[in-house]
């Protein structure tokens, strides 16, 4: 699969000067945020782009499916379902609204031949392993699989079987009220032959659309969420597939930042957003009918694909969205010190697979009202707590840069960023200037450095003041009643930091995981994954070695992986369990830098939250889906502003988003960071950034003041450039991206500005 790739850059100081601040006016409060900092004719260009949510006029839907010649089986208090033994398929009938669901009409003229035709409208798909270990698919209606329904009042079991490829397994049809559920038990999986069971998926083509004959979209949770809106068959080379929690790079090979352009180096690339939750949604009319589809078992063996019309081959011109749970994938076995073969793996994937549909109507029918559910799921399951524990009040993140390792020619050094005292120099100016609430955290804090401590060494750097100088620089900062953490980075490591060997994770095929960027000049070109069983010893060890300190756990959400180290094979189901283990017995704070599900209850704040998605040319909108789950529950911060995140179209993305600033900062000069691990930053200067970190507190600030760290519960697009965002406890905000006012009904939203409308009594 093709790759896309963003670019970001640092900032030169000469730049930042162009900061000017700006002043709020009473009442429903505005603040413009292009003033000097970027040009308006670029914000209406790339309001356009699929980096934003489009302006388009909701269609009327009408179901072009029916009933007819199907028989009722399952009926809740909201949907009935349906099915039709001569076709092998099934259709949910919405009681609330009279609309249907299903996959495809195998009466029309689709343009899918036999096999695809069969996919289509299969209950269940089947793909497994051959006598040849090529991977082969089959839906239940072709000749090698027999199904046999055992209907009951609510529910349903289906015993799948083929004698000639000696696989069989259950899996179970529930009605609830308005969700059908899938499941699977995998104690019922037995495979008596030569064939291997390899992937199941349930109604690939379930609420799919014939090119643009439905008005409506897929929502993917892919960054901050993504749209692809259903429209003409393209010629994609493919759709979107992503597994939940990233690729295991234990089973598949580690994937390189490949080179964008020969004139420059790789490390400038970073790899497209990752698959935020394990959900989609599909919308049939926006605000008419709707379902999200959850994944509530086997999230850590499933990926979900979303097609656009076109992708894969250009005679299947449906738009369709489905999750797949894995039980097998190739690997590469080692049979001698220098051969491998690919092979399945031997044991069936321990997966407990699981889907929700859950059907919705009139104003919960779009991706808000998917949010809202999805929330409401999360909480109920404790999976994400009802109120957040952080600040209602305008706040920044400053994580402060203090020691990093510096290559030498004879050997390395470390070389001081920030010590505690200019760290507490840094806060008190920016007091003193108005940002009074921030929220802190010290990177490079450990001896050696950011990039060159010991694994599992919690002691401290005397370059920057120590244990007594870090401490009395917590005691500072929450003596101002502010928050203050320290870095720890307990995923990856460098090869000076552990004994590759030794300490390091194994592959499948009992390599060293390793994953590279293609550049030599790099201090660190390689980085390796830490050993599972160091991994949950560093963690276990925090309440001891680090006690009353927050921490900032870098990486750990970003990636799961399992280990096949000999003596300590770890699973990656076994894996997420030993993490939130010793997770939920670490006493202090945790921040995150990511939003995988199964850590995120444990999160105090998620750093560096993405606000689009990946920008594939079949996504055409981006919207703030994890920001609606997440708001009220977790603070949230923006990407970095000094690390591309900078221009004042930025400052009203975090308005409309509900999220915070974040900065980099140090005190030393950035030459600095030359000969570094650091050196791509660029600029973290804190006297280059100080009037940026002011603007940015102001304008962020005073416009999300007024929410009182509610849930933002209705994100809307009124017109071209132009949202409206509703928070749970009734203030509005306006965002214009336009270079003309816009006049709405709370008043007049100025070019390239905000307006906030509180719920005052």
């Known amino acids: 699969m093709s790759k896309c790739r963003n670019i970001s850059a640092g900032l030169t100081a000469a730049v930042i000067s162009a900061c000017v601040l700006l002043s709020s006016a009473a009442g429903p409060s505005s603040g413009s945020a292009n003033d000097g900092f970027g040009s308006g004719n670029i914000y209406e260009y790339e309001v356009l782009s699929n980096r934003h949510t489009q302006y388009v006029e909701a269609g009327r839907a009408v179901s072009y499916l029916t009933t007819e010649g199907y028989e009722e089986k399952l009926s809740g208090s909201a949907i009935s379902l349906f099915y039709s033994s001569e076709e092998e398929t099934i259709r949910v009938l919405d009681k609330r609204t009279g609309y249907i669901w299903g996959c495809v009409d195998e009466n029309s003229e689709s343009g899918l031949n036999k096999k ?7 209950v269940c798909y089947i793909t497994y392993f051959d006598r040849k270990n090529s991977l082969v698919g089959e839906g239940l209606s072709e000749n090698n699989f027999t199904s046999d329904y055992k209907w009951g009042k609510d529910s349903a079991k289906c015993s799948v079987s083929s004698r000639r490829l000696g696989i069989s397994f259950d899996f179970t049809l529930t009605v609830e009220e308005d969700s059908l559920i899938f499941s699977v038990d995998d104690a019922s999986i037995e495979e008596t032959g030569a064939c291997r069971l390899a992937e199941i998926s349930f109604v690939n083509f379930f609420g799919s659309v014939y090119e643009d004959s439905v008005p409506g979209y897929v929502l993917v949770p892919d960054g901050s969420g993504a749209l692809i809106r259903f429209g003409k068959a393209g010629k994609y080379s493919s759709g979107y597939e992503r597994d939940v929690y990233g690729n295991d790079p234990a089973i598949e090979p580690a994937v390189s930042l490949n080179n964008l352009n020969g004139n420059r180096t790789d490390d400038f690339a970073t790899e497209e957003h990752t698959l935020t939750f394990p959900v989609w949604g599909v919308v049939h009319g926006e605000g008419q009918n709707a ?25 299947v011109k449906y738009t369709r969205a489905y999750a797949t749970f894995i039980y097998r994938r190739l690997y590469d076995k080692r049979v001698s010190n220098s051969k491998t073969v690919s092979l399945p793996q031997e044991n069936l994937n321990d997966v407990g697979a699981e889907i929700t549909y859950k059907f919705l109507e009139s104003e919960d029918a779009d991706y808000s009202g998917m949010a809202r559910k999805y929330r409401e799921k999360l909480i109920s399951e404790k999976l994400l707590p009802a109120n957040a524990a952080g600040c209602a009040e305008a706040s920044v993140f400053l994580n402060i840069m203090g020691s990093e390792v510096k290559e030498g020619l004879l050997s390395n050094s470390i070389v001081r960023l920030t010590d505690a005292a200019e760290a507490k120099e840094i806060l008190k100016d920016l007091s003193a200037s108005g940002v009074t609430s921030y929220n802190a955290v010290f990177s490079g804090w450990t001896s050696g450095g950011y990039s060159g401590f010991g694994y599992n060494d919690f002691s401290f750097e005397r370059k920057v003041g120590g244990e007594n100088g870090i401490s009395g620089l917590k005691e500072y900062i929450e003596d101002s009643g502010n928050k203050f953490s320290l870095t720890l980075r307990p995923v990856y490591v460098n090869e000076d930091q552990v004994n590759i060997n030794r ?34 010893e560093c963690l276990e060890a925090l309440n001891k070695k680090l006690s009353g300190y927050d921490i900032f756990c870098e990486d750990i959400a970003e990636i799961c992986y399992s280990d096949y180290t000999v003596g300590e094979e770890t699973s990656r189901k076994e894996a997420m369990e030993n ?22 209850r444990f999160a105090s704040g998620i750093v560096n939250i993405p606000v689009s998605c990946s920008q594939y040319v079949y996504e055409t909108d981006s919207v703030p889906f994890v920001q609606m789950v997440l708001r009220g529950s977790v603070d949230y911060y923006a990407p970095y502003s000094n690390q591309g995140f900078y221009s004042d179209a930025s400052v009203l ?66 017109s071209e450039g132009v ?39």
């Open 579 to 600: 993490i939130t283990a010793a997770m939920s017995g670490i006493k202090s704070g945790i921040m995150l830098d990511s939003t995988n599900l199964y850590l995120l």
């Open 291 to 315: 379902f999200l589809a959850t994944v509530d078992g086997g999230a850590e063996y499933s990926h979900i694909s979303a097609i656009p019309a076109g992708a894969e081959t250009a005679t």
């Open 723 to 761: 949202y409206r965002t509703e928070y749970e406890n009734g203030c509005v905000i306006w965002v214009n991206y336009m270079n003309s006012d816009f006049s709405g009904p709370d008043g007049i939203v100025g070019a390239n500005n905000y307006l906030v409308k509180e719920n005052k009594p």
């Open 503 to 536: 300490e390091t994770a194994l592959n499948a095929t009992t390599d060293i995981i390793k994953q590279s960027v293609p550049n030599n000049t790099l201090m660190y070109p390689d980085k390796y994954l830490i050993r599972h069983s160091l991994l949950t």
């Open 653 to 718: 993305k975090m308005i409309e988003y509900g999220a915070w600033p974040s900065f980099m900062l140090m005190a030393a000069d950035n030459f600095e960071l030359y000969n570094t691990p650091l050196e791509n930053y660029f600029s973290l200067n804190y006297d280059n950034w100080k009037e940026r970190i002011i603007y940015a507190f102001d304008k962020v600030g005073g416009a999300l003041a007024a929410t009182d760290g509610t849930a933002l519960v209705s994100h809307t697009v009124v």
């Open 116 to 122: 695809w035709e069969s996919r289509a409208n299969s």
